[in-house]
């Protein structure tokens, strides 16, 4: 059984273009987080979703943010327009189901922005 | 809201020492307690999961304790050695919020040979 498996490892982007992670859940595991980790700071909650739904993003930024968890397929990250800002480790999560499961993290995305 | 707050932020020793990194949050109400390893650049490697009804867990040099009506929680590693340098993370799930897990900031560890 994988584990949570997020690709790219390591992703370069422009100012101003879009970055796409992907992560891929456990099997089994139908409820998938998303966090940030700015350079030398904790991870920060951004969102919380299952399939097709968005359950929690009181962490998402307002603007360029988003996020999805189709029927079919892994979960996405989604930033428009990236700033220098933006530049940082993104790690997913996933647990069998809400409530006292234990979440499984992945590897990371470490994005940066030139 | 459930904050997660981890003392030292940083903290040196010799080889060899025992230790213990202090973990404390705000909301009692948590279904589990979760301490990480994270090393420079890479991904969270997870050392211990205490449940809500445990008080502790061990495996190998390292024993974590839960109190949960006081919010705290201890990391213990016995006879550090080098290659325990690494931030440690402790991290909460619970219901305030609705399931997501809350990090600490972390403890940057550091044992000299």
């Known amino acids: 059984n994988a584990g949570v498996m997020q690709n790219p490892r390591h992703l370069v982007r422009r100012r101003g273009q879009e970055a796409r992670l992907r992560c891929s859940p456990m099997?089994?595991?139908?409820?998938v987080y998303w966090y940030r980790q700015l350079p030398e700071e904790g991870l920060k909650f951004m969102v919380y979703?299952?399939?097709?739904?968005?359950?929690?993003e009181s962490g998402m930024p307002k603007e360029r943010f988003s996020a999805e968890f189709p029927k079919e397929g892994p979960s996405i990250l989604r930033i428009q327009q990236v700033v220098r800002g933006d530049s940082a480790a993104y790690f997913c999560?996933?647990?069998?189901?809400?409530?006292?499961?234990?979440?499984?993290f992945g590897q990371g995305t470490r994005l940066t922005v030139v | 809201k459930q904050e997660v707050t981890q003392i030292p932020a940083a903290l040196s020793v010799p080889e060899g020492e025992n230790l213990v990194l202090n973990c404390s949050f705000t909301?009692?109400?948590?279904?589990?307690l979760q301490w990480f390893r994270q090393d420079p650049g890479k991904g969270l490697t997870s050392l211990l999961l205490?449940?809500?009804?445990?008080r502790e867990q061990t495996s190998g040099r390292l024993n974590a304790s839960l109190d949960k009506s006081s919010g705290r929680s201890t990391l213990y590693i016995a006879a550090s050695q080098p290659g325990d340098s690494a931030t440690y993370l402790c991290?909460?799930?619970?219901?305030?919020?609705?399931?997501?897990?809350?990090f600490g900031a972390g403890t940057r560890l550091f044992v000299k040979a």
């Open positions: 999560a996933s647990s069998r189901t809400g409530e006292n499961t234990e979440a499984f």
């Open positions: 099997k089994g595991h139908s409820h």
């Open positions: 979703l299952q399939k097709e739904n968005i359950i929690d």
């Open positions: 909301d009692s109400a948590i279904y589990n």
């Open positions: 205490i449940q809500s009804s445990q």
């Open positions: 991290a909460v799930s619970g219901d305030t919020g609705g399931f997501k897990t809350i």
